[in-house]
């Protein structure tokens, strides 16, 4: 009889093409506030105040003081064995990848092979790509990227913490933070690139999310109606966690260094 650990290694090595939906859990055990947990950062802010365009609109102020902290927050943050393990899976699968020949559809073309792992990470830390992982989905933006209000225009050559209100250097408009808030969908392209990644992968990995927010909270389910296996580690139960082939409860930084 297989434990519910080995079934998620099998499947692991099993894969071909995994997509891997992250949420604020698996930046926990790098210090970075959750925001549905006691203590979590909905706990200590209204949502309405610092996370929509009519909050931002009343008091710019306020919501670049909430962001400025979280740029802090996630300066001195550094990834966990969590967000290592998930490096180190995409690098092995590149890496032997790029030993196998390309398939090619028959006219000597190589047709697009599937990612080896795709990360749909709804954390705005960025704490994937500084682990080292390369095939990043930001679904709801980063802390260290602004916007310019009016011109629209995105950068992210920064210091941690920008002036108290930002004006942009093209147009010397109001800067926001390129978050997606309560209200405002995802850029079309970051969906795009989502639902392929679901589409596309043979085995779905959710980690360290309550599975409240969509559109991500839907991949999983989606998953599932593809028939693909869906594994979850999470400190608690979620949505997810009844229609998961395997549910592992637990910290990330310890589960996934053994799964991987
Ligand atoms: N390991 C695994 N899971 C953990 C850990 C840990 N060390 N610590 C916390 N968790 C779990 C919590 O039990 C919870 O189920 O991670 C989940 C975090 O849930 P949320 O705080 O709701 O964060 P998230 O799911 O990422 O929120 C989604 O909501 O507020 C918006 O835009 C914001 O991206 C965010 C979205």
Redesign the pocket.
């Known amino acids: 009889m297989t434990s519910p650990m080995q079934k998620a290694s099998e499947l692991v090595a099993h894969a071909a093409s995994i997509c891997v939906l992250t949420?604020?859990?698996?930046s926990?055990?790098s210090g970075i506030k959750?925001?549905?947990?006691a203590g979590?950062?909905?706990e200590n802010h209204s949502?309405e105040a610092v996370?929509t365009p009519e909050g931002f609109e009343q008091n710019p102020r306020l919501v670049w003081e909430f962001y400025n902290a979280r740029r802090k927050a996630a300066k001195v943050a550094s990834p966990n064995p969590?967000h290592l393990a998930l490096a180190r899976l995409e690098q092995g699968r590149l890496h032997r990848a790029k030993q196998k020949p390309t398939a090619t559809n028959g006219h000597g073309k190589a047709h697009r092979q599937p990612q080896p792992i795709t990360i749909l990470t709804?954390?705005?830390d960025g704490l994937h790509q500084h682990a080292g992982s390369q095939n990043v989905v930001e679904?709801?933006g980063s802390v260290w990227k602004v916007r310019c209000t009016r011109c629209g225009a995105i950068s992210d050559d920064h210091p941690v913490e920008l002036p108290v209100l930002p004006y942009c250097s093209a147009c010397g408009a109001l800067l926001r933070p390129h978050i997606?808030w309560?209200g405002e969908s995802l850029d079309p392209g970051v969906l795009d690139a989502a639902e392929v990644a679901v589409e596309e992968c043979d085995l779905f990995l959710v980690?360290?999310?309550?599975?409240?927010?969509q559109p991500?909270a839907s991949y999983p389910f989606i998953a599932t109606r593809h028939g693909k296996p869906v594994i979850e580690?999470?400190?608690?139960k979620?949505p997810v966690s009844a229609i998961a082939t395997v549910s592992l409860i637990?910290?990330?930084?310890e589960i996934l260094p053994k799964i991987v």
């Open positions: 949420g604020a859990g698996i926990a055990e959750t925001f549905r947990d979590g950062l909905w949502i996370a969590a709804q954390n705005v679904l709801h997606v309560f980690i360290g999310t309550s599975a409240v927010v991500a580690v999470n400190k608690e979620t637990g910290l990330a930084g």
